[in-house]
């Protein structure tokens, strides 16, 4: 897993400031959890995420984006509860879930939104 910032963020998934319409740069499906480091739900999808990040390792890219540092980039999201999942697949538009999902509910949406197995 890897930790996003406002300029990565730009690199490697979407420059917000320059383009309007969604334009993921990656070459593979991504998720990326929006936390923060007091968030009880945060740290109970920590563990869940870093599996699915090894399990999945080559297929997705899982990132992690600090709301207490990154304000802008929360903000421009729209990033209201924490935590908040972006799943990105290769084609069409992101999907935001909230809350501690499930392991289970994870792989749903890996299969069938990013269209990884």
Known sequence: MELLNKETFKEKIFDYEKQKDW?????????????????????????????????????LKVYKMDTEQEHELAEAFGIRSIPSILFIPLEGKPQMAMGALPKESFIKVINDVLQVN
Request: charged share 30%; with cysteine; glycine share 8%.
């Open 23 to 59: 334009n993921y740069k990656g070459e593979i499906p991504s998720i990326i959890d929006f936390y923060a480091d007091w968030c009880g739900p945060c740290r109970i999808v920590a563990p869940v995420l870093e599996e699915i990040s090894r399990e999945y390792d080559g297929k």
